[in-house]
């Protein structure tokens, strides 16, 4: 099915996507409508061309969400399972409250990225960020794992306050110098090939998406970002 989003309301757009019956659905000429994919049946597949607004996929389940295009703030919110797939850049508060599932970001993504992602049993997270993230990536992070592999940057790929508050889950940043003025919540250390073992697959995964060399990228130099096992942020909440 085929859907052409010029000048439609988000409202009457989500409405077409929620009452189809097909399983693959693409969406042309989009504006910044808002909430495409949230709470969203599973099993489907979303291909959206142009420029999705704010809250794209919350709360996915088991569906497949592609954007040819950029994506604007809290896409993945509060997602449970499946994927979201960014050809271009994508807005702050990405996967904001994420439990589950995976997202792919080909560009550069905003503040914020991964505040308050947690892992829950057989849940588990992950946000891979193909270029830079801007302040708090990983903001109280719970579980899972971002990666920013800073393709196309100099510098650290990351900007301040990475990390502040976390807990739990780890972070890895493709960089050859660590984070400067990391906050006392989080350690860091130079990834082993144990630690790069731990994300082969999602930069693999990463790699196939936008035509990138997984093994190249993985030869380069990681920084691993963890909880400091004195953080006092970690006895507030339940550990996985």
Same mark, same amino acid.
């Given at each position: 099915?085929?859907?052409?989003? &010029?000048g439609?309301?988000?409202k009457m757009? #989500?409405?077409?996507?929620k ?6 659905i ?14 969203m +049946?599973? =099993?489907? &597949?979303?291909t959206? *061309?142009?420029?999705?607004g704010n809250?794209?996929?919350?709360y996915l389940k088991?569906? &497949?969400?592609?954007?040819? $295009? #950029?994506a604007?703030d809290?896409t993945?919110d509060?997602?449970d399972?499946?994927?979201?797939v960014v050809? =271009? ?5 990405? $996967?904001?409250a994420m439990r @589950?599932?995976?997202?792919?970001i080909?560009? #550069?993504?905003g503040?914020?990225v $991964? ?5 829950? +049993? ?7 960020? $193909?270029?830079?993230a ?8 719970? @579980? @899972?794992?971002?990666?920013v592999l800073?393709?196309g940057?100099e @510098? ?6 990475c990390g502040t508050?976390m807990?739990g889950?780890?972070i890895f940043?493709?960089? +050859?110098?660590?984070p400067?003025?990391l906050?006392a919540q989080?350690?860091?250390?130079? *990834?082993?090939n ?5 994300i082969?697959p999602?930069v ?8 990138k060399?997984a ?7 990681f ?5 400091n096992?004195? #953080?006092p942020?970690?006895?507030?909440y339940?550990?996985n």
């Amino acid at each position: 099915m085929k859907i052409d989003a &010029t000048g439609l309301h988000f409202k009457m757009l #989500n409405q077409m996507i929620k009452e189809s019956g097909e399983n693959e659905i693409e969406v042309q000429s989009l504006l910044g409508q808002r909430y495409i994919g949230a709470g969203m +049946e599973p =099993g489907k &597949t979303l291909t959206l *061309c142009g420029t999705p607004g704010n809250t794209l996929g919350a709360y996915l389940k088991d569906s &497949t969400i592609i954007v040819y $295009g #950029n994506a604007q703030d809290a896409t993945g919110d509060t997602m449970d399972t499946g994927r979201i797939v960014v050809h =271009g850049n994508s807005g702050d508060t990405t $996967g904001y409250a994420m439990r @589950g599932g995976e997202i792919y970001i080909k560009g #550069n993504a905003g503040y914020r990225v $991964g505040i308050h992602m947690k892992a829950y +049993e057989e849940h588990f997270p992950i946000i891979v960020i $193909g270029g830079k993230a801007g302040d708090f990536l990983g903001e109280y992070q719970a @579980g @899972g794992i971002v990666i920013v592999l800073g393709i196309g940057c100099e @510098g650290v790929p990351v900007g301040r306050y990475c990390g502040t508050g976390m807990h739990g889950g780890s972070i890895f940043i493709r960089s +050859e110098e660590p984070p400067e003025n990391l906050p006392a919540q989080v350690t860091c250390t130079e *990834c082993t090939n144990e630690d790069l073992k731990q994300i082969e697959p999602y930069v693999s995964e990463y790699a196939a998406y936008f035509d990138k060399d997984a093994k190249e990228l993985l030869r380069s130099k990681f920084y691993k970002l963890l909880p400091n096992s004195n #953080n006092p942020y970690r006895q507030l909440y339940v550990q996985n």
